[in-house]
């Protein structure tokens, strides 16, 4: 399943890439591969944004803008004049 | 020579873990269950700490898990026959993805926790295993540069580790992909069946009461007579948005789950209208209504979702939140001046 087109902010910078592949192990969507012992997006429309490669990057040849694709999340962010969060922690029952 | 060690003194140390067992029980399975449907949700927690699972030794392997039970219930039952250790750190009872994106699940909890427990002390190697989805929270390299275990990052779904031990701790390509089919979808569904039961409620009560309404002022004989198909609707969208929707996600082709949800809005109104003729502007009026809730369920199921970004959900939302807001609003309008003609 894909959710939309041309929204991800996933950048990769094949220059910085030492070609750990570490973003392919990390990535739940399989957004990356190795050609040429670099990494490579393959479709970027499959990203998520949850930001495990870019953290995992130690070369920082990944950029994303990170956090929740969640609705209730943004609208909790948007009352309580905060980023957009989850109320996952024990108070509240929503998770993302 | 399978005690651990302390390598300094070389006398053998007492290793303060509790020994759990990989089997489930019933309680375990009634209380996921429970959990489920959001019945002590909040506090459905395993205690920190390191577990032992049968005889591990000073070679076993160490998975990390948090300390949501669903969770360390899900990786122990499947560590049935081996000898290992479980560390479970505290990540305030939240599974492990949405610990991991929140900031629990992650490098400075994991190091603290390693230390907190004498990680170092109890096994020789310096390996530890975390779930695949922690990567979100836990910085492989500054774990080992702080801690001195080296993390090797498991499968996805704890069901895949003997497989990934087996090929020497290599996971295949299918077992790092987060999927989400019916099943798991299914799964999810009762506890944002249950998120918003309190604004439903209010909605039916309102809807219900607007139901009385007549030129002549309000009856109560006619609120309850013709109040019914109204909550009914009311209550079909909220499911059609919530259940229906989220079930067969992807059979309906739009990517937007507003639309997804407002596909769903108006299958209900049809098939309720075509059981229960009304008056077309009360029918209308009432599909509006439908639209709206409905669209809006679908949209919040992004949250329990495993492939909507950040940026999508708010390129979603832009849209779709001034129509449901005028949609419910048109819709309230005509409901009631189907009461009043």
């Known amino acids: 399943m894909q959710y939309f087109k041309n929204v991800s902010t ?64 943004i609208i909790n962010g948007i009352l309580n004049n ?6 996952c922690s024990p108070s509240e029952v929503k998770c993302c | 020579m399978n005690r651990p060690f302390d390598f300094q003194t070389l006398k053998p140390i007492v290793v303060a873990a509790s020994a759990v067992s990989p089997e489930l029980k019933f309680g375990d399975y009634l209380g996921a269950i429970k959990v489920r449907w959001g019945i002590g949700r909040d506090n459905y927690r395993v205690a920190p700490g390191l577990y032992k699972i049968r005889n591990p030794n000073n070679e076993s392997d160490v998975f990390i898990s948090a300390n949501y039970k669903l969770s360390f219930d899900a990786l122990r039952k499947n560590l049935g026959g081996m000898n290992a250790w479980i560390l479970v750190i505290d990540t305030k009872g939240v599974n492990v993805w949405c610990a991991a994106g929140k900031g629990t699940f992650a490098t400075n909890n994991l190091v603290k926790s390693i230390k907190e427990n004498s990680l170092e002390l ?91 309404l007549d030129k002549t002022g309000f009856l109560f004989a006619k609120m309850v007579e013709t109040g019914l198909f109204p909550l009914l609707n ?20 739009f990517r937007a789950f507003a639309l997804k949800g407002a596909f769903w809005a108006v299958v209900t109104t049809v098939v309720l209208n075509l059981l229960v003729p009304v008056s077309l502007i009360e029918g209308v009026g009432l ?55």
């Open chain 2, 287 to 341: 599909g509006l209504i439908n639209l709206s809730i409905a669209s809006f369920m679908t949209m919040n199921f992004t949250g329990s979702s495993t492939y909507t970004s950040l940026s999508g959900v708010q390129k979603e939302m832009k849209v779709a939140i001034p129509f449901q807001i005028a949609f419910a609003a048109i819709g309230f309008i005509l409901f009631i001046s189907s009461k009043l003609v």
């Open chain 1, 82 to 87: 905060t980023e957009p969060s989850c109320d």
């Open chain 2, 122 to 212: 109890v096994v020789k190697h310096r390996r530890i295993i975390v779930p695949q989805l922690a990567a979100t929270g836990v910085e492989a390299h500054k774990v080992k540069e702080q801690s001195g275990f080296a993390v090797t990052f498991g499968p996805v779904r704890a069901c895949d580790i003997r497989q990934f031990i087996e090929a020497g701790y290599k996971a295949s390509p299918e077992m790092r992909k987060m999927v989400f089919p019916m099943r798991e979808r299914a799964k999810l569904i009762p506890v944002d069946v249950m998120y918003r039961k309190y604004q439903l409620l209010l909605v039916l009560v309102v809807i219900f009461f607007f139901s009385g």
């Open chain 1, 10 to 73: 996933l950048k990769l910078n094949a220059e910085l890439c030492k070609g750990c592949k570490m973003c392919i192990t990390v990535c739940p969507h399989a957004v990356f591969e190795m050609v040429d012992k670099k990494a490579r997006i393959v479709d970027v429309d499959d990203c998520m944004e949850c930001g495990a490669c870019a953290l995992n990057c130690q070369y920082g040849a990944i950029t994303v803008k990170t956090g929740v694709g969640c609705a209730a999340a």
């Open chain 2, 234 to 253: 009311a209550v079909g969208a909220y499911l059609a948005g919530i259940v229906l929707a989220p079930l067969f996600l992807s059979w309906v082709p």
